[in-house]
């Protein structure tokens, strides 16, 4: 992914820094005045634990002052229902399966197209969870909208958070 982003960004015209880490302990010493976890990635860390490593390290991350900006879901029942067990084709020639745990509050997910296959396994909070743990970790809340055109969260699959630290 690094490659592919590091291509388009020449392209562009645009100059990165690309670094490849874990975001329980990112290659980065400097401070910065905002930390952007997308595309739900935090869904990845399937403990309290690693979250709290996570949230922790971009505490140590962010300058005085900074924000912090992430996006996670959690499933409704109807997308469980809809879609467990059963391959989807989601763009032409990828599919994917969802296999869902709605005990434990995981995703298994796999994709496949173009001869490739993958697999990951994810795991959600609900808002409310990921609102006590923000504050829990220092993080002050400036906003949770349910969608990226900034639309105020009033419940539904799909969060977008702005924190700050806590004074």
Not at 54 to 64: I, N
Not at 88 to 109: N, V
Request: proline share 5%; glycine share 10%.
């Amino acid at each position: 992914m690094l490659e592919v982003c590091a291509e388009h960004a020449k392209l562009a015209g645009v100059q990165l820094d690309l670094r490849l880490g874990d975001l329980r302990d990112p290659p980065v010493d400097e401070r910065v005045p905002l930390v952007i976890i997308p595309f739900r990635s935090l869904l990845h860390l399937n403990t309290d634990g690693e979250r709290r490593r996570g949230l922790r390290a971009v505490r140590r991350l962010l300058a005085p002052g900074g924000r912090f900006v992430f996006d996670v879901f959690t499933p409704s029942r109807e997308d469980i229902e809809e879609t467990n067990g059963r391959w989807l084709e989601r763009e032409p020639e990828i599919f994917e399966r969802a296999d869902w745990d709605d005990g434990a509050r995981t995703l298994t997910l796999s994709v496949r197209g173009g001869g490739r296959a993958s697999t990951m396994e994810l795991a959600w909070l609900d808002a409310a969870e990921w609102r006590a743990l923000l504050e829990s970790e220092g993080f002050a809340i400036e906003a949770c909208y349910g969608w990226f055109d900034g639309r105020p969260y009033t419940g539904g699959e799909d969060t977008i958070w702005v924190a700050r630290l806590s004074p």
